[in-house]
């Protein structure tokens, strides 16, 4: 009976000893967030860290309808532009050729758009959307709106002009 009373000791101290080791390095942490400087944040992990906060958000809005935030920004692109080649929607979005390829074929395999030839080029392949892309987008759209609302809600003012106007110029190069 006793070696099994203490492993479960040893166990349970091992438990504690990782908590505690999980508390000490969540207090350097904060102490490291709290104690910086203007110029100690990097825009860079800001920026990121607002990004993938924000995906978050306007995916649980868009969760009803099955589509990530990728898949909503190319299915309302190609609502507005009309069809795209893969390279012309992946620059318009800034998305990597690789990632625009990805997502394209995924939606094409879900329904959502589908290839057509080009008009003065067959070898161009173009994105459209399909009936059921142009459904979901419409069932998307008030979702990714209320998020939208929500988002600008918690900016203050004109602070998401003057950000938006700053990111663009930092989007320029």
């Known amino acids: ?14 438990a504690v000893r990782s908590q505690l080791r999980d508390g000490i390095e969540a207090c350097k942490y904060m102490y490291y967030v709290t104690s910086m400087t203007y110029d100690d944040v990097c825009v860079t992990q800001t920026l990121r860290s ?11 809005a868009l969760r009803p309808t099955g589509l990530t935030a990728s898949q909503y920004t190319i299915l309302h692109a190609l609502k507005k532009a009309g069809p795209l080649g893969p390279s012309d929607l992946g620059q318009a ?4 050729q690789t990632t625009a390829t990805r997502l394209l074929a995924k939606m094409d395999s879900q329904g959502l758009i589908e290839f057509i030839a080009h008009k003065h080029d067959a070898r161009r392949r173009l994105a459209r959307l399909t009936d059921l892309g142009e459904q979901t987008y419409s069932k ?3 979702l990714w709106k209320l998020a939208q609302k929500e988002t ?3 900016i203050s003012g004109d602070a998401w002009h003057v950000t938006r106007d700053a990111l663009k110029k930092i989007s320029r190069g």
């Not at 009976?1 to 091992?14: C, R, S, T, Y």
């Open 1 to 14: 009976m006793a070696p099994k009373k203490d492993e479960g000791v040893k166990h349970l101290m091992g």
């Open 50 to 60: 607002a990004a993938r906060l924000l995906t978050r958000q306007y995916e649980e």
């Open 93 to 96: 979005l800034a998305f990597e």
């Open 140 to 142: 998307a759209y008030p």
């Open 152 to 154: 600008l809600q918690r």
